[in-house]
């Protein structure tokens, strides 16, 4: 089946966006996770890890960290594995994440939830996925004004299908399974869409 993100896999770490949007993305997740340097090791996923920039650079700066990248495109896993030999792999999609028998202290996934089919149902797993007092990192373009929606109507053009949700849209998708610890902005040029991070823990149960 044709996959938007096996053509893109080859290019992507050229993108123009690279620069004021997946970079200034990573450099935040690197910031924040600066937290948990000294805590014993960590157990981390990378949902729709793309070319594993962000394990890459995340490997190299923490060593208490054991992280698995997962992606549906195997162009986009190829690149990745080639980058980070010694980290493991995974090529599903996420719809599939129910089949993963595994707990995680931390949950990354960095500008691909507009691109999942039913993102409620991945929080719902997500929200089995994460150990009790875990935390997950979700960033992504967030289509909150008309300006950031008239923008990202450009950028869907390249990647097909997608849907980027607002702050309302996005707090109430997540509600049944997550509180909202912490939203940062990133803003690094006014022609860019907003990007939302979004640091999640548990819903109390
Ligand atoms: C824009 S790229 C983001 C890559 C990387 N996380 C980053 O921040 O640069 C989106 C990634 O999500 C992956 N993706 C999209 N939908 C997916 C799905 N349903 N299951 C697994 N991966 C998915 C794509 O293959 C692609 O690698």
């Known amino acids: 089946m044709f996959n938007i993100w096996n053509f893109w896999a080859d290019k992507y770490d050229k993108l123009w966006v690279q620069k004021y949007s997946l ?50 495109s195997e162009k986009m896993i190829q690149i990745s594995k080639k980058r980070n030999p010694s980290v493991k792999h995974l090529i599903m999609d996420v719809s599939e994440l129910n089949f993963l028998d595994e707990e995680y202290d931390i949950i990354i996934s960095t500008h691909s939830i507009p691109y999942y089919k039913e993102p409620q149902l991945i929080f719902k797993h997500l929200y089995k996925m994460l150990k009790y007092d875990g935390r997950i990192f979700a960033a992504f373009a967030s289509g909150d004004s008309i ?23 996005f707090r109430l998708l997540i509600s049944p399974f997550f509180d909202v610890e912490n939203l940062e902005i990133i803003r690094k040029k006014c022609f860019m869409p907003r990007i939302a991070v979004y640091t999640l823990k548990k819903v109390k149960s």
Not at 55 to 68: D, M, P, R
Not at 147 to 169: C, M, Q, W
């Open 23 to 72: 970079k200034p993305t990573r450099h935040y997740i690197i910031k924040v996770l600066s937290n948990y340097k000294n805590k014993d090791e960590l157990k981390v996923l990378d949902l729709g890890c793309g070319t594993g920039e962000l394990i890459g650079e995340l490997t190299k700066e923490f060593k208490n960290i054991k992280i698995t990248g997962l992606d549906f």
């Open 147 to 169: 300006y950031d929606k008239f923008i990202l109507s450009f950028v869907k053009l390249t990647t097909g299908r997608a849907n980027y949700p607002s702050d309302y849209e």
